[in-house]
């Protein structure tokens, strides 16, 4: 079993419950649609290590919860944290089993930035995105329980968009 898919699950539930916990239910309620500006980060990253394949998410949004995800083979674990990507560099880490699972490496803009529309119903809410994305370039590694290896980062990308809620009736 992949956790990929696990993770990422993860990662859309906390996206799915940070956003309408920070709705004010008597707004929700009334219909009206709240806009708000959401910069960050995604980074999603796979690798091996000790023969056991390696999935890593970076998630970064100012406005609702950070979150760094590490899984290996079949265990893995996620957590909320602070800052990942700092003047270039990515740091994070988790726990697996007792054992310390760090991100670390470097992270840089690369190219133009694309533009980006996406629409969609999610937690009773009508869900419009509109703004930028930005391709990273990684150079990132994972090391747990005495083992380092290089991660290939295909979906790496910075974002400015202005998200609009309009609950739906």
């Given amino acids: 079993m992949s956790l990929r898919p696990v993770l990422t699950g993860a990662l859309l539930a906390v996206a799915a419950t940070a956003a309408p916990l920070a709705t004010d239910p008597a707004t929700a309620s009334a219909g009206t649609s709240t806009t708000t500006v959401e910069k960050g980060v995604v980074i999603e990253c796979t690798g091996r290590l000790g023969g056991q394949d390696v999935y890593v998410s970076l998630y970064e949004n100012n406005r609702y919860a950070n979150v760094v995800q590490v899984g290996v083979g079949e265990d893995g674990a996620s957590r909320e944290?602070?800052?990942?990507?700092?003047?270039?560099?990515?740091?994070?880490?988790?726990?697996?089993?007792?054992?310390?699972?760090?991100?670390?490496?470097?992270?840089?803009?690369?190219?133009?930035?694309?533009?980006?529309?996406?629409?969609?119903?999610?937690?009773?809410?009508?869900?419009?995105?509109?703004?930028?994305?930005?391709?990273?370039?990684?150079?990132?590694?994972?090391?747990?329980?005495?083992?380092?290896?290089?991660?290939?980062?295909?979906?790496?990308?910075?974002?400015?968009?202005?998200?609009?809620?309009?609950?739906?009736?």
Avoid: W
């Fill in 81 to 169: 944290v602070r800052d990942i990507v700092r003047a270039g560099r990515a740091r994070a880490g988790v726990r697996i089993d007792g054992s310390a699972a760090r991100v670390t490496g470097r992270v840089r803009a690369t190219g133009t930035r694309s533009a980006v529309h996406e629409e969609m119903d999610d937690a009773g809410q009508h869900i419009v995105s509109e703004g930028t994305h930005r391709a990273l370039r990684t150079r990132l590694h994972v090391s747990f329980r005495g083992e380092t290896s290089r991660l290939a980062c295909g979906n790496a990308f910075r974002y400015r968009l202005r998200v609009a809620k309009t609950p739906i009736v």
